[in-house]
């Protein structure tokens, strides 16, 4: 393995061990229905999860986003990434 490749590593793992604290700030701000912070905590979500190997994140991330930044339901959107960040979180 090469230094970036380790140092890319190091970062992924880094992004497992917060995936807990991201789901549960989106949770939290899903339950206030603060669209505006919903909408920038899943844009730079989906600008960091494809970085390290996890484009379902990505793709979910962007939807919420979308989701957020209209008038309509984000219930769907918010619950397909909030399950698929609680499937990479680390201790």
């Known amino acids: 393995m090469t230094g970036i490749e380790g140092k890319m590593a190091e970062l992924a793992l880094r992004f497992s061990a917060r995936a807990r604290d991201e789901r549960l700030t989106i949770a939290a701000l899903f339950a206030c229905q603060d669209r505006s912070g919903i909408s920038e905590r899943a844009h730079k979500l989906a600008g960091i999860a494809g970085m390290f190997g996890h484009p379902q994140i990505t793709d979910a991330a962007l ?23 609680a499937e990479i979180e680390t201790d």
């Not at 219930?75 to 399950?83: H, K, Q, S, V, Y």
């Open 63 to 85: 939807r919420l986003e979308a989701a957020a930044d209209g008038t309509g339901a984000m219930d769907e959107a918010a619950e397909r990434l909030l399950d698929l960040l």
